[in-house]
C-alpha cells in the first residue's frame, strides 16, 4: 500500500486560498488519489478524487504532477466553515484495504 | 435514501460487557467497513468486507469481530470489552472497488468504563 505523508496542521484567514499537499513517493500505477474533509463529530465525506493532472469540481481542485508523487488539494477562497481535517489516501483498483492517515488540520480565522 | 445509519450514537459500557454496533446502507453498496477514530490518530481500519459473506481484518481487528449476511447490514461485535476500545467508531459503505467513493456514517461514541 503506498504510504501518504502530509502536514499535521495549517492556519489560514478567510478568502485565501489553501494547498495542501500530500507526499506519495511509492504510489502504483493503477492507484486514484482521494480526499475526504472531516468536520468535528462527522464521519469524513468525499472532496475530490483523481489519476492524474488536473480535476476540478464546486469544492476544490486537485492537482497531480506527471510523476504522481505528489498532490496538492486546493480550496478557493477558504471560509471559517473549512475549518475541518482533510485526508489523503492512495488506493488501487485492485480492492485492497482504504487507509486513512492522520490527516491536515486546517484551521480557519477571521 | 437514508444513506449509511449507525446506532446507537452514544453508548457506555462496563469492562467485560458485550454489545454490537449497528451499520445499515440503503444503497445497494458491496464494500463496507469499520474504522475507530481516537484523538490525534487519524481514522484506523478495523474490518472490512467486500460483500455478503466475506470480511476481512484491517488494521486492528483484535477484540472485534464482524459478520455479513445481508448486503445492507455490517455489525460491529465487541465480545468483551476493554478501556482501550473507548473510541468513536465510524461505519462506511462504498459502491464496489475501493476508489468509489466512501459514505460514512454519523459514528458511535463509545466508552468503555
Known amino acids: 500500500l503506498a504510504k501518504t505523508t502530509q502536514p499535521i496542521s495549517m492556519d489560514s484567514y478567510e478568502g485565501q486560498e489553501v494547498n495542501i499537499t500530500c507526499s506519495h513517493n511509492n504510489i502504483a500505477t493503477n492507484d486514484y488519489i482521494t480526499w475526504y474533509q472531516q468536520f468535528p463529530s462527522q464521519g469524513p465525506r468525499f472532496i475530490i478524487q483523481g489519476y492524474k493532472t488536473k480535476v476540478t469540481n464546486e469544492v476544490a481542485s486537485l492537482f497531480i504532477p506527471a510523476d504522481r508523487k505528489s498532490s496538492t488539494l486546493s480550496l478557493p477562497r477558504v471560509s471559517l466553515s473549512d475549518t475541518a481535517v482533510y485526508y489523503c489516501?492512495?488506493?488501487?483498483?485492485?480492492?485492497?484495504?482504504?487507509?486513512f492517515g492522520k490527516g491536515t488540520t486546517l484551521s480557519v480565522s477571521s | 435514501n437514508a444513506g449509511v445509519t449507525q446506532t446507537p450514537k452514544f453508548q457506555v459500557l462496563k469492562t467485560g460487557q458485550s454489545m454490537t454496533l449497528q451499520c445499515a446502507q440503503d444503497?445497494?453498496?458491496?464494500?463496507m467497513s469499520w474504522y475507530r477514530q481516537d484523538p490525534g490518530m487519524g481514522l484506523r481500519l478495523i474490518h472490512y468486507?467486500?460483500?455478503?459473506?466475506?470480511?476481512d481484518q484491517g488494521e486492528v481487528p483484535n477484540g472485534y469481530n464482524v459478520s455479513r449476511s445481508t448486503t445492507e447490514d455490517f455489525p460491529l461485535r465487541l465480545l468483551s470489552a476493554a478501556p482501550s476500545q473507548t473510541s468513536v467508531y465510524f461505519c462506511?459503505?462504498?459502491?464496489?472497488?475501493?476508489?468509489?467513493?466512501?459514505?460514512f456514517g454519523a459514528g458511535t461514541r463509545l466508552s468503555v468504563l
Open positions: 468486507s467486500v460483500g455478503a459473506g466475506i470480511t
Open positions: 462506511a459503505s462504498s459502491l464496489g472497488l475501493l476508489h468509489d467513493i466512501q459514505y
Open positions: 489516501l492512495v488506493d488501487n483498483q485492485a480492492g485492497t484495504a482504504l487507509i
Open positions: 444503497m445497494n453498496h458491496e464494500y
